[in-house]
């Protein structure tokens, strides 16, 4: 699992690893929180930016993807894509809004959405 800092942004987080805005009803919570994320429900997109390609594990058809946010945030990212990619390479990732876990940062405990 990927874990990834959230900021509060007004009614919602944003993720700055991912460049995206998530709803959550604990937005503006005084806590730390933080997101989970499994590496197959992050996808990349290779005309993205902002994170940086480590390396590529080919296993077949499915390749896990190492790469590091530009806040050094590491993630693995499990990708059926066939493109050519590989390690120094700058992309992007997409995550689908209802594809994640939200946890306190200082306890670990899970927080239900």
Do not use: W
């Not at 900021?7 to 503006?28: E, Q, T, Y």
């Not at 730390?32 to 005309?47: A, N, Q, S, Y």
């Not at 590491?74 to 946890?103: E, W």
Request: net charge negative; aromatic share 6%; charged share 20%.
């Amino acid at each position: 699992m990927n874990f990834l800092q959230v900021l509060p942004r007004g009614d919602d987080f944003f993720v700055p690893a991912l460049n995206k805005v998530i709803a959550c009803s604990h937005a503006g919570a005084s806590q730390k929180l933080e997101i989970g994320v499994r590496p197959e429900r992050l996808d990349i997109d290779v005309t993205g930016q902002g994170i940086t390609v480590e390396l590529v594990e080919k296993l077949g058809n499915i390749n896990f993807v190492h790469v590091v946010s530009s806040l050094g945030e590491r993630l693995t990212i499990s990708s059926t894509l066939h493109q050519s990619i590989g390690s120094g390479d700058t992309v992007g990732a997409r995550l689908s809004q209802d594809d994640y876990f939200i946890f306190d940062r200082a306890t670990g405990a899970r927080i239900l959405a």
